[in-house]
């Protein structure tokens, strides 16, 4: 029996979640003690943003509540929130029953949108490190 492509998306977004969870209270309760945090290599050695860069502190500053701010460290992990999310809650409560909710279609854009949003961080950041001195810290 061939899976639908949601229905494939849908477990690979469980596993993933659940793995995150676990490296989660992993790093913060134990890891982050330890591990040593090394810096970019693009930026400290070559002297530009890679398109990851920011990605971590986003992170951090959504959980904290902070939006603005984790866009400004990084907009795809926001955009990966609405998107990603969006998919997972409208696909769960579609299995769960709810029949008036449909889950959302897997869509090419959905990446297409991901790759240009990390294509502008990277150009707006180098611009503004390199023509104007700004640093995203």
Do not use: D
């Not at 070559?46 to 509540?65: F, K, S, W």
């Not at 709810?98 to 990446?111: D, E, M, Q, S, V």
């Amino acid at each position: 029996m061939k899976k639908e492509l949601e229905t494939e998306l849908f477990h690979i977004g469980l596993v993933f979640l659940a793995l995150g969870i676990l490296a989660g209270i992993l790093y913060f309760s134990v890891l982050r003690y330890i591990l040593p945090q090394f810096p970019c290599f693009l930026s400290s050695v070559v002297g530009i943003y890679c398109p990851g860069c920011g990605g971590t502190r986003a992170v951090t500053a959504l959980l904290q509540g902070h939006i603005l701010l984790s866009i400004w460290y990084h907009p795809l992990v926001l955009y990966m929130v609405v998107i990603g999310g969006g998919f997972m809650v409208t696909q769960g409560l579609h299995r769960l029953g709810i029949k008036r909710i449909h889950g959302w279609k897997f869509h090419p854009w959905y990446l297409y949108g991901a790759v240009f949003v990390i294509g502008c961080n990277f150009l707006i950041k180098n611009a503004l490190r390199l023509l104007w001195g700004v640093t995203i810290q």
